[in-house]
């Protein structure tokens, strides 16, 4: 069992930036793929980015792109969304999750373990 806490939510003025955190319970962290997950009041849950077991390969929502950088630290059990030149669109409930096997997937269905979420609000 993986737990994940995610911190570093919060209120942000448009053009803004924010970091989320994602902490890992287990040492066994660095053999698991993560992601990053968003969901908006009224649409379905959707990948952010995502990132492989060492960091060697990672992925971005089309919306995203040039804009938030997933990155982690095994060292540390962590995962890291920077989230530069946000946007009122991207105000969502921001979830991690961790998916098995070490490569990351694009199915919200292929992750295992996920975090209680935390809050961005981007005011225009």
């Known amino acids: 069992q993986v737990q994940l806490v995610e911190s570093g939510g919060g209120l942000v003025q448009a053009g803004g930036s924010l970091r989320l955190s994602c902490a890992a319970s287990?040492?066994?962290?660095?053999?698991?793929?993560m992601g990053w997950f968003r969901q908006a009041p009224g649409k379905e849950r959707e990948l952010v980015a995502a990132?492989?077991?060492?960091?060697?390969?990672?992925d971005y929502a089309d919306s995203v792109k040039g804009r938030f950088t997933i990155s982690r630290d095994n060292a540390k059990n962590t995962v890291y969304l920077q989230m530069n030149s946000l946007k009122p669109e991207d105000t969502a409930v921001y979830y991690c999750a961790a998916k098995g096997g070490g490569y990351y997937s694009k199915s919200s269905n292929d992750y295992y373990y996920w975090g209680q979420g935390t809050q961005v609000t981007v005011s225009s």
């Open positions: 990132i492989s077991w060492n960091g060697g390969s990672t």
């Open positions: 287990q040492r066994t962290f660095g053999l698991y793929a």
